[in-house]
Each structure stands twice: as structure tokens, then as C-alpha cells.
């Protein structure tokens, strides 16, 4: 699905060059459930960001279905989230002035593909059919991260990107999320590549690349 | 006190750069314009001052004025009524000091303009001998020369008619006073106090150049002129010993109440001694005194105004800056709080900023007050009234009023974010209790139906409702500023050309003297011109000084159906003619500063003869007190016909100079439009500064809650440019938001406006001076529309700021 060659990220500090990334092969295969684990400053977060096409890399190529992916290009590379990424924020990063169902639906406007029964069918996929008009504040911050998991999902992107999503939960809540999103993310075919610290989210995954001074130091398949 | 705190307060401030500059910015033009106006105020105040003095530089102006305006005293008539005054003296502290009789007449200058057309031009011409009060003013500045007339032949003429029409001391000019055509030599170039406001009688606006002239002449001049006696006189000058307070038009209450006392006491013994139709008056009775005292007491009172609402401005933007400032800085409060800080070592910080901001802003305004505000508005006021400035007063006084104003407001606006700051609770500020509030759940009901999109930006501008009303009340001032300019020039455009050329259907009014109607009518019957008479005489009310212009008219119309003057019924009826009680229409100034109303009978005084009449009507319109009667009416009471003849000139006819000779002077309709609009020129560059300063704080308010909005939307926006919202997207959001924020601000910026305007206006207009706002919708849709505009105008900035967004960093505060 995306493949990945001798990509580099550097950045020009006044102490010198930082090689956040310097080096990354990585090949990810449609339905696999990757996690990226290492140490902070280890580059997960910056490849993520690549990944993403957030961020441009200075060296290397990256090509998502065999297309090359756009870089330097604010909005190219904003079409290319748009029509292909889902995003999931440590701290769920809801719109507080809409409520769960509207979060849902907000995406799919900006995506341009509004599907109000597809919305709810995702928040009932996620358990949270009684909270569709409940506004982020009203409910707790595992609710808030499946209500982050189905407004990701929305709009059927190919590939979504989680970044330390369990970070600002609780190990039981931390579960149940992880389990909502594999759910989810079997039921909509969706491959994903999640960044964390945390070594017992291994289970939820087909495959963790371990990553140190923005070289990759393993990948292994998971048994589950 | 930790400087540290003030110090992270101050760097705090210095990262919202822009926000700062608009809010220093704002502050700078309030005191600018307070110290500019206040100059222009002080200065103008302290030259008539200096102008009236009784000095060697002053003219010494007259106490009370005696006039008679039926025919002239001769002089032994003159001397007798001097010499009884004087004589039978009431007992009072005021003394007598000076009885003069002086020769007033109105009448022509015949003035060939630069591309040769022969114009008469109306004309007032005075005959000062003695000039013992009320000289002829020649300052010792470039705008006056020569010497005072002392042959027959000789004047001085006024520097506003001089430097209009191009003459020079030592030109001859030709001209008349009802009795033909001399030519006289101009040895002086000056001014007189009672064309210092240099417009013709009953005329507000001031003439334009060609259209008006006065001149000073040696008694024996104008004698000669007028064909009239040695010491003839029309005019009793008195001066009293020291300058005794008199009473002022714009206020109800009695100032001069000894001058009164002797001003009906003189209206008295005349009235018993001599026939003629007598009217005493004080300083608020020559129209030039009272315009140009009234312009100075306007801007005295309104300049703290202009200050306190610009500082308002600034106060309301510092308050919403520091509100946001200390919202994004709760959780570093709230640190500071769990470390042990104090709220007293919080709050100073918060309360030091807001002077500090006021310290600089005041500094810059002024400066720039100082140096370009005031001597601007000294060289306006030149420009406009024609008196040269002799010196620009800036006093310490005035620059320590305006910035003690500003700094008050925003000692003030800074108080309650200071306060929020001291007591916020660290454990509700890490619970997220203090952070964004959410849209009720009403407005979610009421755009539940909206696109997610659209709803989200209805949300998110109701989210602050408080930072919202406080925009809009302080886009509603600045709109003020803006919309008041239109109101009024609107109102004034409306009143002083709508009313010439939509209601008054004549062309030239010829003044007479009395019985000279008969000329003018033989000739106009003689050449098809529609003519009507017309009857002026200054009345006033019972016991109070205050002067009317009774008026009266052969046809009350009003609606166009040809008649000369058409008038606007506000309220009740025409007139009845020769009623058992005269009835008449006064305008609705009169009916306001005297409170009468239609069916009230009240007491007129014309001189020393009493007349009671009945009001069956009020009229619109008018700027200057009056009262209409039917001549008929006006002819029994005053016992002669006309004053002037009002004259519909067809295609070709033109006034002849024989006829004109023989009269006391021409108008001419097209002069005072003319007139107006060359002032409305002269002036436009002022209100045009004011509109604009108005719209740059409109902009600065809304651009400081957009960038507000802004900041603290980072995060969702942030969100959505992660997510793949496209910038036009998110642009058409801003847009969408901006239009609601705009089409409501708008809407209440122009209720602000009028109403605001019509409250200014009301405590503004004088009884010399009077009209009324009349909102209409263009107006109102204008001030909405700049709003809408300035609102729409500030998305690309918007935009352009989440373009700019760095996503990466985005991402990082998003994940951690």
C-alpha cells in the first residue's frame, strides 16, 4: 500500500543538523495494524508526520499506491490527508462547539461526502449511540477518543494514523479504545499505523517497528 | 510585587505584538483628538478674548446693543436717547461706561469678477467715528493692512470679503446703501466683531467668496452714502465698566440677570420717549458673537467626549486583550498559585500592563497632538472662519485632562481581568473548568439544522458572548464616530440646500427699506416677474432675551403648489388670518427650547410692544429660530409692509443696478447654496479624517476579536488542517462567521449610531443653532454595510494566518 525508501528528515538547529529521521525503509501492506515503538526523540512522531504528509522529508522517496506522495506543497499535501488519511490525537482534538455526531459529520463535509446514517452507524460501532448529542465536554476522555476513532474512520480513508492515542487514558479505558479501533478498523478495512510508547498495545497489532535515533532498529510480525 | 511576574507579564503581551499595536494605536488617537480638539477649543476661546478685550488690541465690544429698525435718530434724536440712558441709569453694580451712535446700513458692492460679469454683491456697511466700543480690529498679521478710514471717501474693508474678491488697500470700489452708487478708496484691511463670522444676516453658513461684503467707514463715509444727516444713527452702542456676564442662548438659566434687568429698563424708557420700533439686546443677540462662542463652548464640552469615547474604544479592546491574555496563561497562573505565589503578587502585573499601554499610547498622542493635531485644527479653523490665529494654546492642563481621561478608562478596563486572574483556582484551572465555554445548548438546538460546518462557526462566534457584546459596543462607538459625520452633514445638507432648492422657489430677495416696496414691485409687475413680499422683525418671548425672527408671509403652503417658500408641517395647521388672537407657526427649535406647543397662547415682545398670539402649528426645517404670521397679521403689530421682496427671475430678467442702488441689498439664493458647499469643501477633508478615524478604529476592534477568535481557535483549527480541511474551507467558515459577525454588528453599529447621534445631537443643538437627525436607510445600510465590509475584508487575513500555520508544531501541542 505505501512503501518508503531511505527517507531522511533533517533539521538545520543552531547546534547543527538534526537527524530526526536519517534512513527509513518501511513497507505497509493494505489491512496490516502497525506500531511504531521507541523511546522519545527515537523519530516515531516525525515519521508519523510523513507519513501523514505533514511534514516533507528532505531525502528519500514515499509513494502511496504507487503514486509519489506530494511534499513542500501545503495544499496538495492537504488533499492527500484529506482523501486518503484519518488522524487520531492524544487528546481527541474534538470541535467542543459540535457535538459527537456533528464531530462525525463535520468530516465528512470537509471530505465532501455527507452520509448522516453512515455517521451514526460508526457511532453505534464505537458504543456510543446514547451520546450522539452530547457536546466533547459532556463526555468522559475514553468516549471522546472513540468518538475521535469514528470521525477518523468517516470518510473512509485507506490509512489511519494514531499518535500516542492512549496516552491520555487510563489503562482500562486505554483497552477498550484499542479494541474499538480494531473493531472499527476491521469493519471498514482500514490499515493502521499507530505511534506509542506503549509496549502492552503490541497485542492490538499485526506488526511493531521499533525505531532509535531515526533508524529503524526491528519490525516484526505479532502473533496474535 | 515580582518583577520577574511583570517582567513574563510584559514578554507575555510583547508575543501579541499586533493586538498590542491596535490597542496603543487606539489610545493615541483619543488623546490626539482630545488634545487637538481641547486646543482648537482653548484657542479659539482665548482669541475672542483677546479680540474683545478692552484694550489698545482689542475692539472693545459693546455691552448692549439699542436698535432701531424703523428708519434712523437723527442726532440730536441720538445724543437725547444717550444722554437718558445714561441719566436714568438703574441702580445697580454695573456703571456705565460709553453711549455710541453708530450708522448701520445694509446695501450693495458693485464688483466686476474676473471674467468681467458685473455682480452686486449684498453688503453691510458700518460709519464708526468716535470708536469708543466696537473698533475696527487690524491685527498685526499678514492678513490685514493699512490704517482706518478718516475722510468720506475712504474704508476699511473686511479681510474675508478682501482676499475673496481680490481687493488690495488703495483699489477703489463702488458702492450703495439704498441711496446710488459712490465710489470710495480702500485705505484698510481688517475685521469687525460682528462679522468676525463672516455670513449674512439670518444666514448660517459663511459666505463664500464674491457673495458678501462689509466695510468700515468714517461716520461722515457712510453719511455720505446714505444721504442721511450728520450723526444719523440706527445703533446705540453701551459699554459697561468691566465685562458683565450676560445671558447665554444655550442655556435656560439666567446669567446676566442685572444686564436684563438694564436691557428692559433702556427697551422701557426709549419705548415711553421715542416711537420708533426699539430692540435692546446683549452679546447673544449679534449672531457672530453668539455663533462663533457657541462653535468655542461646543467643542469645549465635547472634546472630553471625543476623548473618553476613543479611550472607551481602547479600554473595552484592553479589557478583552487582557481577558484573552490571562485565559491563555490560566494554567501558568495556576502553577504560580500551587507554587505558593500570592494573589496579591499576581494581580499588580495585570494592572501595571494596561497603564503601561496607556503611558505609551499617551506619549505618542501627545506628541502628535502637540505638534500636528492642534496647529491642523488652528489652520482649519483659519481656513473656515477667516480669523487669523494669532497663537495656539496648548496648555499643560489640557494634555494632563486628556491623558488623566485615558488613563482612568484603562486603569479601569484593567481592573476586572487583574481581579480574574488573582482568583482564579488552580485545581479548577487543571480540571479545565476556566477553559472555553460552550455554546448553550439553545443555540445547538437553533443550528442543529445548519451544516456542520456553517453551525461550527455559529458556535464558535456566540462562544464568547460577553467578548462579542463588548465588540459590538465598542464597534458601535467607533461606528458612532463615523456615522455621526453622515447624520449630521446628511441632516445639515438636508435642512440648509434641501430647504433652498426644494422649498424655497425664489431666486433673489431684495431687503428694502420701509415703503421701498413699491419700487421694487412697479418693476417686477413691469417685466413678468413673480414677486411676494416678505415681513422680517426680531421678537422675543416675554421676559426672556432670547430673539425670534417673526416672519411674516402672504401664502402658507405646504405643498408645492408654486408658492415662494414652502413649509414643512410637523405638527397642527396653517394660520387662520386675522384671528381674534394672532395665530401662528413657530418651528419645532422653538417649540423645543421654550416648550410650547400647538394650542398654547404665549406672549411675544417686538421692543417694547407686548402681542399675544396662539400656536397653530409647528414647521420642520429651520436651523434658525422663527416664527410665521400672516403679513397681514405682522403688518398691524410692526405698522409698515415688507423688509424684502422675494423675486422668481425669468430666463433673461435680471435686476436691474438702478433698482439696485435704491435697495438695502441683494441675496441671492444661488450665493448661499454656493456658500454652503464651498464650506462643505473646505471642510470635507476634517470629516473625511473623522470618518476615517472612526472606520480605522471600527477595523482595529474587530481585527483585535479576530485575532482573538483566532488564538484561541488554534487548536480546532489546527485539527482540521491535520484532518485535510482544505484552506478554502476553512476559509469559507471564517467568511461565513465574519458575514454573521459583520451583518449583526453592523445592524447594532448603526442602531448605535443613530441613536447614539440623535442623543449627541440633542445635547448639542443651541437656540441659535437647532435641527434634528433624520435617520433614513441609505444611511443606515452604509454604516451597516463598512462593518459588513470591514468584517469580510479581515478573512484573507484569517486565512493567510492558518495557512501560515506551522501543522507540525500543531501536531505536537495536539499530542501532548
Redesign the interface.
Known amino acids: 500500500m505505501m512503501e518508503m525508501t531511505g527517507i531522511k528528515r533533517h533539521y538545520e538547529m543552531a547546534s547543527g543538523v538534526v537527524k530526526a529521521l536519517d534512513g527509513i525503509d518501511l513497507q505497509v501492506k493494505a489491512g496490516e495494524r502497525l506500531l511504531l515503538l521507541g523511546p522519545s526523540g527515537s523519530g516515531k ?1 516525525t515519521l508519523l ?1 510523513c507519513i ?1 504528509a ?2 516533507s522529508p528532505t531525502e528519500g522517496t514515499y509513494f502511496f499506491e504507487g503514486n509519489p506522495v506530494p511534499r513542500n506543497a ?2 496538495q499535501m ?6 486518503t ?3 487520531v ?3 481527541f ?1 474534538l ?5 459527537v455526531l ?2 462525525v ?3 465528512q ?3 465532501g461526502v ?1 452520509d448522516e446514517k453512515r455517521a451514526r452507524e460508526l457511532l453505534i460501532l464505537v458504543g456510543l449511540e446514547n451520546e450522539i448529542d452530547r ?1 466533547p ?1 459532556e463526555i468522559s476522555g475514553g468516549q471522546q477518543q472513540r468518538v475521535a476513532i469514528a ?2 474512520i468517516a ?1 473512509k480513508p485507506k490509512l489511519l494514523l494514531g ?2 492515542l492512549t ?1 491520555s487514558l487510563d489503562s482500562k479505558t486505554s483497552e477498550t479504545v484499542m479494541e474499538v479501533l480494531v473493531k472499527a478498523c476491521e469493519a471498514e478495512n482500514i490499515t493502521t499505523v499507530m505511534v506509542t510508547h506503549d509496549e502492552s498495545l503490541a497485542k492490538y497489532a499485526t506488526r511493531v517497528v521499533r525505531l532509535d535515533s531515526g533508524l529503524i532498529l526491528s519490525d516484526n510480525p505479532v502473533e496474535n | 510585587m515580582s518583577a520577574l511576574l511583570i517582567k513574563r507579564l510584559f514578554r507575555s503581551l510583547w508575543r501579541t505584538k499586533l493586538r498590542l499595536f491596535s490597542v496603543v494605536f487606539m489610545i493615541v488617537i483619543g488623546v490626539f483628538s482630545g488634545i487637538s480638539f481641547g486646543s482648537y477649543a482653548i484657542t479659539a476661546n482665548s482669541l475672542y478674548d483677546v479680540i474683545y478685550a478692552d484694550t489698545e488690541e482689542g475692539v472693545n465690544l459693546p455691552d448692549l446693543w439699542v436698535e432701531t429698525h424703523s428708519g434712523v435718530w437723527d442726532e440730536a434724536n441720538a445724543s437725547t436717547l444717550c444722554t437718558n440712558i445714561e441719566t436714568s441709569w438703574p441702580d445697580t453694580s454695573l456703571q456705565f461706561k460709553f453711549c455710541e451712535p453708530r450708522l448701520k446700513l445694509d446695501g450693495l458692492t458693485f464688483y466686476q469678477t474676473s471674467s468681467g460679469e458685473e455682480k452686486l454683491v449684498p453688503s453691510v456697511w458700518h460709519g464708526i467715528d468716535e470708536g469708543l466700543v466696537d473698533r475696527v480690529w487690524l491685527p498685526d498679521d499678514e492678513c490685514c493692512e493699512g490704517r482706518l478710514a478718516s475722510a468720506d471717501n475712504e474704508i476699511v474693508l473686511d479681510e474675508h470679503a478682501a482676499s475673496g474678491m481680490g481687493f488690495e488697500v488703495g483699489d477703489s470700489i463702488s458702492i450703495a446703501a439704498g441711496f446710488g452708487k459712490m465710489d470710495y478708496t480702500i485705505v484698510g484691511i481688517g475685521f469687525h466683531s460682528n462679522h468676525l463670522y463672516f455670513a449674512q444676516e439670518g444666514v448660517l453658513m459663511p459666505a463664500d467668496a464674491g457673495t458678501f461684503v462689509t466695510g468700515y467707514m468714517d461716520a461722515s463715509g457712510l453719511e455720505r452714502l446714505s444721504n442721511y444727516s450728520a450723526g444719523s444713527a440706527n445703533l446705540l452702542l453701551i459699554d459697561i465698566e468691566g465685562t458683565p456676564e450676560y445671558d447665554l442662548q444655550s442655556t435656560t438659566a439666567i446669567e446676566g440677570v442685572q444686564l436684563s434687568l438694564i436691557s428692559e429698563h433702556i427697551a422701557s424708557n426709549i419705548s415711553q420717549n421715542n416711537n420708533s420700533a426699539i430692540q435692546v439686546y446683549d452679546r447673544s443677540g449679534v449672531d457672530s458673537v453668539e455663533f462663533l462662542r457657541a462653535d468655542a463652548e461646543g467643542a469645549i464640552k465635547s472634546y472630553p467626549y471625543v476623548t473618553g469615547m476613543l479611550g472607551l474604544v481602547a479600554g473595552i479592546t484592553i479589557f478583552l486583550s487582557l481577558q484573552r491574555l490571562i485565559q491563555s496563561q490560566a494554567k501558568e497562573i495556576a502553577v504560580l498559585r500551587t507554587l505558593g505565589v500570592r494573589r496579591r503578587s499576581i494581580m499588580p502585573g495585570y494592572v501595571i500592563a494596561p497603564l503601561f499601554i496607556g503611558g505609551v499610547g499617551s506619549l505618542f498622542g501627545v506628541i502628535l497632538g502637540y505638534f500636528v493635531g492642534a496647529p491642523a485644527m488652528s489652520e482649519m479653523y483659519e481656513d473656515i472662519i477667516g480669523v487669523p490665529i494669532i497663537e495656539t494654546f496648548i496648555p499643560t492642563s489640557l494634555i494632563l485632562q486628556n491623558i488623566g481621561i485615558v488613563m482612568v478608562i484603562v486603569f479601569i478596563s484593567g481592573i476586572r481581568p487583574a481581579w480574574q486572574a488573582a482568583q482564579m483556582q488552580p485545581l479548577d484551572v487543571f480540571r479545565g473548568q476556566s477553559e472555553i465555554r460552550l455554546s448553550s445548548r439553545t443555540i445547538q438546538r437553533l443550528t442543529a439544522w445548519m451544516p456542520a460546518t456553517v453551525s461550527l462557526s455559529v458556535r464558535s462566534s456566540l462562544r464568547k458572548p460577553m467578548r462579542l457584546a463588548f465588540t459590538f459596543f465598542a464597534v458601535g462607538i467607533s461606528m458612532l464616530i463615523f456615522g455621526s459625520m453622515i447624520l449630521m452633514m446628511g441632516s445639515i445638507d438636508e435642512v440648509v440646500i434641501g430647504g433652498l432648492e426644494e422649498r424655497q422657489s425664489w431666486d433673489s430677495q431684495i431687503y428694502i427699506s420701509p415703503g421701498g416696496e413699491h419700487e421694487v414691485i412697479q418693476w417686477a409687475e413691469g417685466n413678468d416677474v413673480n414677486y411676494e413680499l416678505l415681513l422680517q422683525f426680531p421678537a422675543n418671548p416675554k421676559d426672556d432675551s432670547r430673539q425670534i425672527i417673526s416672519q411674516g408671509i402672504d401664502e402658507f403652503s405646504t405643498t408645492d403648489n408654486g408658492a415662494m417658500q414652502i413649509l414643512v408641517l410637523k405638527e397642527g395647521s396653517t394660520p387662520q388670518i386675522s384671528s381674534q388672537t394672532t395665530q401662528v407657526m413657530v418651528d419645532e427649535g422653538t417649540a423645543h427650547f421654550l416648550d410650547w406647543g400647538v394650542g398654547d397662547i404665549q406672549t411675544l415682545e417686538f421692543g417694547s410692544n407686548e402681542v399675544d398670539v396662539e400656536i397653530v402649528g409647528i414647521t420642520q426645517g429651520e436651523i434658525s429660530r422663527t416664527i410665521y404670521f400672516h403679513r397681514a397679521d405682522l403688518v398691524e403689530i410692526l405698522d409698515f409692509e415688507a423688509t424684502s421682496v422675494l423675486l422668481v427671475l425669468p430666463e433673461g430678467v435680471e435686476i436691474p443696478a438702478d433698482l439696485a442702488e435704491n435697495t438695502l441689498g441683494i441675496m441671492v439664493k444661488e450665493d448661499i447654496i454656493n456658500s454652503f458647499e464651498t464650506m462643505m469643501k473646505v471642510q470635507k477633508q476634517f470629516y473625511v479624517a473623522v470618518e476615517g478615524l472612526g472606520t480605522i478604529l471600527a477595523v482595529a476592534v474587530l481585527f483585535n476579536t479576530l485575532l482573538m477568535n483566532l488564538a484561541e481557535r488554534d487548536t480546532e483549527l489546527a485539527t482540521l488542517r491535520v484532518l485535510g480541511a482544505p484552506i478554502k474551507s476553512i476559509g469559507l467558515m471564517m467568511l461565513g462567521e465574519h458575514i454573521a459577525i459583520g451583518i449583526i454588528g453592523g445592524i447594532l453599529a448603526a442602531i448605535f449610531s443613530i441613536v447614539g447621534t440623535k442623543i449627541l445631537i440633542g445635547a448639542m443643538v443651541q437656540w441659535a443653532f437647532f435641527f434634528t437627525v433624520q435617520a433614513n436607510w441609505p444611511v443606515f445600510v452604509l454604516i451597516a454595510g463598512v462593518v459588513l465590509g470591514i468584517s469580510i475584508a479581515l478573512t484573507p487575513f484569517g486565512m493567510w494566518r492558518v495557512w501560515k500555520m506551522n501543522l507540525v508544531d500543531s501536531v505536537k501541542d495536539l499530542s501532548n
Open positions: 512522531t508526520n501523514a505533514l511534514d501545503a495544499e492537504t488533499t492527500f490527508r484529506r482523501d488519511i484519518g488522524f490525537f492524544q487528546n482534538n470541535l467542543q462547539d459540535l457535538t456533528e464531530n459529520l463535520l468530516i463535509e470537509i471530505a455527507i457536546f465536554a470521525r477518523s470518510k499518535d500516542e496516552g
